[in-house]
């Protein structure tokens, strides 16, 4: 009730002042509840646009210290191989990032910037970089355990990459690729190149399902 006739009262005070008095005191006695509105209303368009661009992507990848002239109509087609109807989407494809370790002229730190947020937003599902790049990001459990997902029979057939979980248990962070995996066809590396999946991936199921096929298309 106090609300109320604190609102009538505020009402009939606006009808005595000018315009620009009128403004001020609404400024001054509703700033926060103004404020406050601003903020939702940015915080929902913000969401609806990201859900918008967000429709048209299968998957993230970001492959780290690729080659130049990769195609991701290969890597499509590999997805659909491996049972995803893609509708239209597409595989959201980022190979521009650059990190040597073993450069201490540069130390790309806009890189290490950028791939600790798609890490920690899970704006980033497959990740492939060569071993150095690889174990940094593993070491900081960045990717799931794919003996959980990808049969035994399939994973004995790969070079795997393993670290020590709780207890001692081997944990398979990654998979090797060597040409001519469909990695490599596609012309994204030329060298051995270490791929995983993030474990904050947004869209698992998809990122699992490129994996599989990547591997019973690997030789």
């Given at each position: ?52 661009s967000a429709s048209g992507t299968v998957f993230y990848a970001v492959l780290v210290n690729a080659e130049e002239g990769g195609e991701k109509a290969g890597l499509e087609e590999l997805l659909t191989r491996g049972g995803v109807e893609l509708n239209g989407r597409t595989i959201d494809v980022s190979a521009n990032y650059t990190l040597r370790y073993d450069d201490p002229a540069n130390g790309y ?111």
């Amino acid at each position: 009730m106090r609300l109320i006739e604190t609102l009538r009262r505020d009402r009939e005070t606006l009808r005595t002042l000018d315009r620009k008095a009128r403004l001020q005191m609404i400024w001054d006695y509703y700033k926060i509840p103004i404020i406050s509105l601003l903020c939702v209303l940015i915080l929902t368009a913000l969401t609806l646009a990201i859900r918008i661009s967000a429709s048209g992507t299968v998957f993230y990848a970001v492959l780290v210290n690729a080659e130049e002239g990769g195609e991701k109509a290969g890597l499509e087609e590999l997805l659909t191989r491996g049972g995803v109807e893609l509708n239209g989407r597409t595989i959201d494809v980022s190979a521009n990032y650059t990190l040597r370790y073993d450069d201490p002229a540069n130390g790309y730190a806009d890189t290490v910037h950028v791939l600790a947020a798609l890490f920690g937003i899970g704006d980033l599902d497959f990740f492939a970089a060569d071993e150095p790049v690889f174990a940094a990001y593993a070491d900081k459990d960045a990717f799931v355990d794919l003996s959980l997902f990808i049969e035994k029979e399939d994973l004995d057939r790969m070079r795997k990459y393993t670290r020590s979980g709780d207890g001692g248990r081997e944990i398979v962070a990654g998979l090797w690729l060597t040409a001519p995996s469909p990695l490599h066809a596609a012309g994204y590396y030329n060298a051995p190149v270490i791929i995983g999946i993030a474990a904050n991936a947004r869209n698992l199921d998809e990122a699992l399902a490129f994996v599989k096929q990547l591997v019973k298309e690997t030789v």
